[in-house]
């Protein structure tokens, strides 16, 4: 699990699920969690020295740094 999680107007409750999901992202490259507020697919996106999970609707989006 990363540390240093940034979170982008979400609940703690919702930055938990979806750090949740980061070892799918890492192991899959997907996860079969729904994003909590639409239900939608989540995605992760890489941005080379960080990235970040969320919503593909852009409801919710957590970011990690320095993997
Ligand atoms: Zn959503």
Same mark, same amino acid.
């Given at each position: 699990?990363? %540390? ?24 899959? #490259? ?8 639409? #239900? +939608? ?12 999970? +969320? ?5 919710? %989006?957590? +970011?990690?740094? #320095?993997?």
């Amino acid at each position: 699990m990363a %540390t240093n999680v940034r979170t982008l107007d979400v609940t703690k409750e919702e930055a938990a699920l979806l750090a949740g999901t980061e070892d799918d992202f890492i192991e899959y #490259g997907k996860t079969s969690v729904k994003c909590p507020r639409c #239900g +939608g697919n989540l995605v992760m996106t890489d941005w080379d020295s960080s990235y970040t999970i +969320g919503c593909e609707h852009n409801c919710v %989006t957590i +970011g990690f740094r #320095g993997i």
